[in-house]
DNA sequence: TGTACATCAGTGAACGCGCGTTCACTGATGTAC
DNA sequence: TGTACATCAGTGAACGCGCGTTCACTGATGTAC
């Protein structure tokens, strides 16, 4: 019955082995917990199970932690970008609709990256990595949007910036007033159904989807 | 040449008069200059010119301030929502455009005000009078969408309640990635101009606009 | 395989600071008579 | 109009706390020979 672990606890080794990592993911669940203000380096330190002196092996400052950990959000949502949009397949239309649905999931299933990079208050441009981490995530929706509105009889066809910007800015309201925040403020639709309507009507008006139903 | 003021600078008297507003008003610039956490009891007293202990004859805590601050940009908020819809006048469309105007133009005019309603992690349930007051702003926006909405015929129409969560978001949405937050990471078009083509899309795929233009 | 030593990744204690809040106080004001 | 007194809105000093960060240190590891 008993194990190893109950009197002889995992009991870390001097070297933690992977400490950086650690310290990242600690920084994660405390800023998804307590709010982007809630992280502090001693309780990252302490979730870690380390001393509060060291997280300073790996990281200059409290801001390079978070900066880091933005940075992972931004290649894992890159990737999820990338992933949904599928080289514009099965066609154009339904790939830049599951772009959409990527942002609103990455927000769901990664709140602590999703914090860390729109709501803590860092700057994109802190580092390179960052800026282009960041760029890389937005020039998927750029591309799909290019994609889409080429397909717009000229003459009333908006510039395809000007869309990526405009679902791009439902997204992020969406995620930030119906998914995040608070129940108290929320829609009675949830967040999945508002943007899918809301991205629908939207192409609706730009005359790619009938006008019907 | 020489003004009183230099010599004998605006000495206070003992009693200040109008405390508490001043102590929002500092919360205000605090907030507006420093971000949703640079604002400080000890700093708002020190704009205001009183000891750190003053602050707490008016109110029994940072968050009570904050919560004040944010009440206030919500009356303002809905005032300006209620103005700019004008009971419908002259067009239920332009009505419900003005209000995503004054969406907007909220926000720009009175930054402090919004990062206390929607960036300082506060909720709009703390009292009674805050949530009475954030939903009467939305209500005004929900009131247009009804109007709206009506003029759609039936059979093809979304609920009400659902166009105006779309609009709150995509103005949101909006606000928070091209009005706020750092140029570096902003659009190449205003947020006005996004705000104003995004809602002219929207619209027409409401099949409220004409599909031309 | 064994040893000496440089390097690395931790520790533990301490620092200075600014924060939110409290306390006993005092000066100013308003009011009853 | 003058005085006594309750009430109000400030003061100044102090509190305990947790924070980010630094420092001299030490145990573990990797490597040259």
Redesign the pocket.
């Known amino acids: 019955m008993h194990r190893r672990s109950e009197h002889m606890k995992p009991k870390r080794?001097?070297?933690?082995?992977?400490?950086k990592q650690a310290l990242v993911d600690a920084t994660l669940k405390l800023v998804e917990d307590k709010g982007p203000n809630g992280?502090?380096?001693?309780?990252a330190?302490k979730l870690a199970?380390?001393?509060?002196?060291?997280?300073?092996?790996?990281f200059?400052?409290?801001?390079e932690i978070l900066g880091e950990a933005a940075l992972q959000g931004f290649e894992i949502f890159a990737d999820l970008m990338e992933f949904a949009y599928n080289d514009g397949k099965p066609s154009p239309l339904a790939a830049f609709e599951a772009t959409g649905h990527a942002y609103l999931a990455f927000a769901q299933k990664y709140p602590g990256h999703y914090i860390a990079m729109f709501e803590s208050g860092l700057s994109f441009n802190m580092n390179s990595e960052l800026a282009h981490a960041a760029l890389r995530a937005k020039s998927v929706l750029h591309r799909a949007a290019e994609e889409l509105v080429s397909r717009i009889p000229p003459g009333k066809k908006p510039p395809s910036s000007m869309v990526s910007d405009h679902i791009w800015a439902m997204s992020h309201g969406v995620v930030e007033l119906y998914s995040r925040g608070e129940p108290g403020n929320r829609s009675i639709y949830s967040a999945e159904n508002l943007l899918e309507t809301g991205i629908g009507i939207y192409l609706r008006g730009l005359g790619l989807l009938e006008p019907d139903k």
Chains 1, 2 share one sequence.
């Open positions: 080794k001097y070297h933690h082995g992977n400490l992280f502090t380096m001693a309780e330190a199970g380390v001393s509060t002196a060291a997280p300073y092996r790996h200059r400052s409290r801001e």
